[in-house]
């Protein structure tokens, strides 16, 4: 699953929990809510090396972010 890309629009906890310590490769967050309840998995994802963030981030942000990590990419919505 590492070539796979997940894109999410709406997500929960529940839902990232499955995706704890998977081969994710690329991981899309649509939007602040999908990043705020994906922040306790996104150390655990070893071969995630693209990020995309998507939304309006007000206040502080603190993401623990994996090793394998090679690109970050903040967009607004647009």
Known sequence: MS???LIVN???KELFAIFRETSIGILSLRNADCVLQSSD??????KLDKLYLRGTY????ALK????LQCISLQTRG
């Open 3 to 5: 070539k796979s890309e």
């Open 10 to 12: 709406t997500g929960s």
């Open 41 to 46: 998995i996104l150390p655990t994802l070893s």
């Open 58 to 61: 007000t206040g502080h942000c």
């Open 65 to 68: 972010l994996p090793a394998s």
